[in-house]
């Protein structure tokens, strides 16, 4: 009895074993068939069921990952990888996915340390986890320094849903959109596997100005399955835009396009291949729908059309046999006959091992494009690049803040480098995929505050020309006060220093055996690169040289000061206060009418009372002596008897000063202080 018990006992545990093991496959094998079906929202459900009642095996988080990857939901993705590569079952391909995901999630540091972890793991890869790691740290630089771009979500052309392949047509705009929406016909409704959302279809986005007057659906050009994105040539009255059509799959590839689609009818998988389409806007309704000549739907998918300016080169994505990678950029160019030639590839300057899609070319012929093989920020990034077929300039990343961890796509450059709109799923949005606009904003250029004083001294030569003059002490003072601040001499004769705006300055210079010279400045600045220049011309002390002072009139018979030889007389006081070290006479004269005696008298009375005035002044009667002259030193034939103008007498009657010597214990000063 006992033993009949015992083997009654090992066969319930065994059938309980065989149940459990055989419950734990079907379950495996419904969600894994799922996932193979690209039904990724149900095959997650799928999983999710499964782990309640068992363990997830490694090869099991890697499917759940893929399928939370494939939705988009990286979030979750990363929760699950992050539990395998911590674990004993870790290879080194779980480590670049991972380390992949963390620079989509912008987590540039730890994707860092992860791209380290996977070239130790596999050296033979060490140079692509190189350019991956170089990439991250651009895109930290990136986001430290952004680009002068305003970027801003739309939400007026926002769902919760995916929102993208913004298009202009004439004032108006199209998008395409999975939103559920009341508008759209009868079954439109239905749910696409992959995301779990309706398929793509178009819409017409109506404006008043910048305003949406109505999101409506287009009939005519959405189908059963998806549609869009496309682009309007004005030139030939034609909407291109991308369909799917369902084929069954021959091949099934490891990592299908998110932008091809499938659905399943039996036992069998079915593929959605992208088309390109053409249609003609005739009365307001779009009319003779075209498939392009090169679509071929059994092989390959072709989609994302963009025209030239001209309207005669079309570019497209294809995954064709021959490319460089998942999928590529193509052209084709339009025969004399209206017809397009046969697709050509655009080359391996546009072209990676990755995925190059949703081109765009705006109104000046350059290229723009997404791409998750040249180097970026995580995801696909946007690239512009000019040329035309397949000659490019190496693509230029726009970088942040147009370009983020997530995807980046599917541009619409209404003004070339300065404004338009884009597709992203990064974080923050109204839906999976949103709308976004960009706006070149640069900040003000700055306020300058300073510009360069650039001073350049000469000599004033006997002949009148002039030559320069070096190792002259060079000053200025701010609005005429304060300590005299010295000029730099960069080479002989010229001097350079640093001033601030909307200031004033007086500029002066000194130099032994020279009257000092200077100018007073208003400094003005409208640039960054301002420069005032100042030139400081010196007349070399001559002693006993006479120099006559001009305008000084005394009244008939009078030597009192007048208002106006006062001006001419402060010029002299100047003059003195600026060049200390020198010892003047003041020396006055008359014409030859009148007697001698008489002109002698009254040209010395005039003399001392310039004199005086100067004294008076602030300057040492000891620095300067009164002399009168008289009629004695004419300087023209106006002697006694002959006859003159006034114009030639005038001449004679005279002040002037000349250098009589040097106090050489006065210190040169610069603008009257030391």
Not at 320 to 335: A, F, L, R, S, V
Not at 585 to 606: A, C, I, M, P, W
Not at 637 to 662: A, I, W
Request: with cysteine; proline share 5%.
């Amino acid at each position: 009895m006992k033993t009949r018990y015992t083997i009654l006992k090992v066969f319930l545990s065994l059938l309980l074993v065989l149940t459990v093991s055989g419950l734990r496959a079907q379950s495996h094998a419904k969600a894994e068939e799922l996932m193979q079906k690209y039904e990724f929202v149900k095959a997650i459900e799928a999983y999710n069921q499964h782990f309640m009642s068992h363990t997830a095996t490694p090869e099991e988080i890697r499917n759940i990952a893929y399928c939370y990857m494939q939705i988009n939901d990286t979030e979750s993705a990363e929760k699950w990888l992050d539990k395998l590569v911590n674990s004993a079952d870790v290879d080194a391909g779980d480590v670049k996915i991972y380390a992949d995901l963390l620079k989509s999630e912008g987590k540039y540091t730890q994707a860092i340390k992860e791209y380290e972890k996977y070239k130790t793991l596999l050296p033979s890869q060490k140079d692509m986890a190189d350019k991956s790691i170089k990439s991250c740290r651009d895109a930290i630089s990136w986001t430290d320094e952004p680009e002068f771009f305003t970027v801003k979500n739309e939400e007026k052309f926002n769902s919760d849903k995916s929102d993208f392949g913004l298009m202009t047509f004439g004032d108006d705009f199209y998008l395409t959109s999975d939103r559920i929406s009341k508008k759209l016909p009868a079954g439109e409704n239905s749910v696409y596997g992959w995301t779990g959302n309706p398929y793509l279809k178009m819409y017409n986005v109506k404006m008043d100005k910048q305003d949406v007057k109505g999101i409506d659906f287009i009939k005519e050009l959405n189908d059963e399955f998806h549609n869009g994105p496309g682009v309007y040539s004005e030139k030939d009255n034609l909407l291109y835009f991308t369909r799917t059509k369902t084929v069954k799959q021959v091949q099934k590839t490891s990592n299908p396009d998110p932008t091809s689609w499938f659905r399943d009818y039996s036992d069998d998988i079915y593929t959605n291949r992208l088309e390109i389409y053409s249609a003609k806007y005739n009365n307001g309704k779009w009319e003779e729908i075209t498939a392009f000549e090169n679509n071929n739907p059994e092989l390959y998918s072709t989609g994302h059309p963009a025209i030239s300016p001209d309207g005669k080169i079309l570019y497209f994505v294809s995954d064709m046999p021959g490319g460089y990678g998942g999928t590529d950029i193509y052209y084709c160019e339009k025969n004399a006959a209206g017809k397009w030639g046969d697709p050509r590839n655009a080359g391996s300057v546009i072209n990676t091992s990755g995925k190059e899609v949703f081109p765009f070319v705006d109104k000046t012929g350059v290229l723009y494009f997404s791409s998750d093989g040249h180097p970026g920020m995580g995801g696909l990034d946007l690239f512009k690049a000019s040329g035309e077929k397949n000659n490019w300039s190496q693509p230029e990343n726009l970088k942040y803040p147009i370009n983020s961890p997530k995807d980046d796509f599917s541009i619409l450059v209404t003004e070339s480098g300065v404004s338009g709109y884009f597709s992203s799923n990064r974080s923050g949005g109204q839906g999976s995929d949103d709308i976004y606009s960009f706006v070149y904003s640069p900040p003000p250029p700055p306020v300058p505050t300073q510009l360069i004083l650039a001073v350049t001294t000469y000599e004033r030569m006997e002949n009148g020309t002039i030559q320069p003059l070096s190792d002259v002490d060079v000053h200025y003072h701010v609005n005429g006060e304060g300590d005299p601040v010295p000029v730099e001499q960069f080479s002989p004769g010229l001097y350079y220093s640093v001033l601030d705006c909307d200031t004033k300055y007086l500029i002066n210079g000194a130099k032994t055996g020279y009257f000092s010279s200077e100018q007073n400045i208003e400094t003005k600045c409208e640039t960054m690169n301002d420069t005032v220049f100042v030139q400081l011309i010196f007349d070399k002390i001559v002693v006993n040289k006479p120099i006559v002072i001009e305008n000084i009139y005394y009244d008939f018979d009078k030597w009192n000061i007048r208002p106006d030889a006062a001006v001419e007389l402060d010029k002299i006081v100047h003059l003195l206060t600026e060049n200390p070290q020198i010892i003047i006479e003041l020396g006055s004269h008359t014409d030859s009418r009148g007697n001698d005696k008489y002109n002698d008298v009254l040209s010395q009375k005039r003399a001392e009372s310039a004199v005086q005035y100067i004294v008076d002044h602030g300057i040492s009667k000891d620095r300067i002596t009164a002399k009168g002259y008289g009629e004695r030193v004419l300087v023209n034939k106006c002697d006694d008897g002959v006859d003159c103008s006034e114009e030639e007498h005038q001449m004679n009657r005279r002040t002037e000063f000349k250098v009589t010597g040097f106090d050489k214990n006065q210190p040169v000063i610069y603008g009257g202080r030391e």
